[in-house]
T-cell receptor, first 114, second 112 residues
Framework: DTAVSQTPKYLVTQMGNDKSIKCEQNLGHDTMYWYKQDSKKFLKIMFSYNNKELIINETVPNRFSPKSPDKAHLNLHINSLELGDSAVYFC?????????????FGPGTRLTVL | AQSVTQLGSHVSVSEGALVLLRCNYSSSVPPYLFWYVQYPNQGLQLLLK??????LVKGINGFEAEFKKSETSFHLTKPSAHMSDAAEYFC??????????FGKGTTLSVSS
C-alpha cells in the first residue's frame, strides 16, 4: 500500500508545453504539500493545502497552479514550461498540518524540460 | 525566520565507524526539528524528530539526535555505519506555517 503516490514518475517535455502532476494520499491526512528539489538537491516548499484550502503559496511563478479536488488529492499544473522548471517535484502529506506533524513524502516526479 | 545549516555537504566514513552529521538551526518560534533520509531516486523518509520533551531522540535504523538549545544544534549520529546507510540526509525545521525548511543536505558515503 503506497501512502503517498505521484504520477507520472518521469516527465519529459518541450519548452512552452503545459503539464500536470498528480498526487494522492491514502493516509486520511488533512494537509498536503508540494516541494521542489533542484539539481543541487535543495528542497523548497511551493504550496500547502489544508482540507482543500490553500494555506501556503510561496513565491512561485503563477504558471504553477495547484488544485485540490478533495483532501486526498493535490495536483500541480504547470503552464508554459521553461527550462528552469526542470527539477524533482515531491508531494507530501501530514495529519493535521501542525508544526509537529510528520510529513510523508511521495516518490517524486522528475520533470525534464527540453 | 527559520533556517537550517548543515555543515559538510559530503561526509565519508568506513563501515563500522561513527556517523556524525551536523545541523544547526535558527528559529523565531520554538523549534521543531526533523531528520529525513533520501535514498537514490526515492522520496524522503523520516528518521526522527524533536518536538518537545526528551532532548535525545532515537529514530529508525539506529540513528539518534540530540537537541541542544544553547548550541542551536540537532546533530545526527549513529554508532556504527553500515553500507546501507549511504544516502542523502536532510535536516529540517518546521516554520510557523507548518512547511519544512530544509538544509542543503549531506551526502553520506560508506566504504568497506
Amino acid at each position: 500500500d503506497t501512502a503517498v503516490s505521484q504520477t507520472p514518475k518521469y516527465l519529459v517535455t518541450q519548452m512552452g508545453n503545459d503539464k500536470s502532476i498528480k498526487c494522492e494520499q491514502n493516509l486520511g491526512h488533512d494537509t498536503m504539500y508540494w516541494y521542489k528539489q533542484d539539481s543541487k538537491k535543495f528542497l523548497k516548499i511551493m504550496f500547502s493545502y489544508n482540507n482543500k484550502e490553500l494555506i501556503i503559496n510561496e513565491t512561485v511563478p503563477n504558471r504553477f497552479s495547484p488544485k485540490s479536488p478533495d483532501k486526498a488529492h493535490l495536483n500541480l499544473h504547470i503552464n508554459s514550461l521553461e527550462l528552469g522548471d526542470s527539477a524533482v517535484y515531491f508531494c507530501a502529506s501530514s495529519q493535521a498540518g501542525r508544526r509537529t506533524d510528520t510529513q510523508y513524502f511521495g516518490p517524486g516526479t522528475r520533470l525534464t524540460v527540453l | 525566520a527559520q533556517s537550517v545549516t548543515q555543515l559538510g555537504s559530503h561526509v565519508s566514513v568506513s563501515e563500522g565507524a561513527l556517523v556524525l552529521l551536523r545541523c544547526n538551526y535558527s528559529s523565531s518560534v520554538p523549534p521543531y526539528l526533523f531528520w529525513y533520509v533520501q535514498y537514490p531516486n526515492q522520496g524522503l523518509q523520516l528518521l526522527l524528530k524533536y518536538t518537545t520533551g526528551a532532548t535525545l531522540v532515537k529514530g529508525i535504523n539506529g540513528f539518534e539526535a540530540e537537541f541542544k538549545k544553547s548550541e542551536t544544534s540537532f546533530h545526527l549520529t549513529k554508532p556504527s555505519a553500515h553500507m546501507s546507510d549511504a544516502a542523502e540526509y536532510f535536516c529540517a525545521v518546521s516554520d510557523p506555517g507548518t512547511a519544512l525548511i530544509f538544509g542543503k543536505g549531506t551526502t553520506l558515503s560508506v566504504s568497506s
